[in-house]
């Protein structure tokens, strides 16, 4: 196999297709927002991209059918004046520095052969504590793509994230730009600790008023309160093991 192949399925006839890319990251927050378009919206594999970046081994079906993983574009037709989409979604990233820019760059491409000119980069960004108001943090190629993000409810916070943001999101704002693309990532605040779907239908909410879509939550909120529930019983252990005297906690052996 080559580094990278390019699985091309089918050619579809997209509507001014935008591409929106959910890989894995902090919180799960893009992977969960990209495959929850691809589930609840009329959806068809048109790319699979493999690459020896990705981990050594198979995906395997409930039929016990094995395929080698990769990554896999979506072409998802919506309803109403807004554009197509072509959706980015996979288990995994790339295992080095080199490999980020040899994905991304063959991401760029399967996308723009689809007829992609404009990009968004879903993931999410950690806070280190549990978040009762979901805030959507923005980046974006150009200043002229503030505004709509801002009227969307997308806050543009001062060297934030900090340190940049970093894999395929920030690769398709970086090289996106250089190719010309209109490209910008939206991140949903994440307490960083559990997969978090409140997140990711925050940062879909945003997708859905700038796209001019509309896609139903149910099984994000359903996945939201099982989450919940864990995050009671986390809270619960907690506060019983605070409540242990110390003396009891030490270690004998």
């Given amino acids: 196999m080559d580094e990278i192949e390019i699985n091309s399925l089918a050619e579809p006839d997209l509507r001014d297709p935008v591409l929106i890319e959910g890989l894995p990251g902090v919180g799960h927050v893009g992977k ?83 007829g992609v000119e404009t990009a968004y980069a879903l993931g999410g960004v950690p806070t280190g504590e549990l978040i009762e108001e979901y805030t959507v943090l923005g980046a974006v190629s150009g200043v002229e793509q503030k505004a709509t993000l801002e009227d969307a409810g997308v806050e543009f916070r001062p060297d934030e994230p900090e340190g940049g943001i970093v894999g395929v999101s920030g690769l398709i704002l970086g090289l996106g730009k250089r190719r010309g693309l209109d490209a910008a990532c939206l991140m949903g605040e994440t307490s960083g600790y559990l997969v978090d779907p409140k997140s990711a239908q925050a940062v879909l909410e945003v997708l859905e008023t700038v796209l001019d879509f509309e896609v139903d939550f149910s099984s994000l909120e359903d996945r939201a309160e099982e989450m919940e529930e864990v995050v009671g019983k986390i809270q619960e252990m907690q506060s019983q093991q605070q409540a242990i005297p110390d003396e009891e906690l030490r270690y004998i052996g």
């Fill in 32 to 114: 969960l927002a990209a495959e929850h378009l691809v589930e609840e919206l009329d959806s068809e594999l048109v790319r699979q991209v493999y690459a020896d970046e990705f981990p050594p081994q198979v995906t395997v079906n409930d039929e016990g059918v094995a395929d080698l993983t990769c990554a896999e574009l979506h072409a998802v037709t919506t309803e109403g004046d807004g554009p197509d989409l072509v959706v980015l979604t996979g288990d995994h990233q790339a295992a080095t520095n080199d490999g980020h820019y040899r994905l991304t760059t063959a991401f760029l491409d399967a996308a723009e052969s689809l």
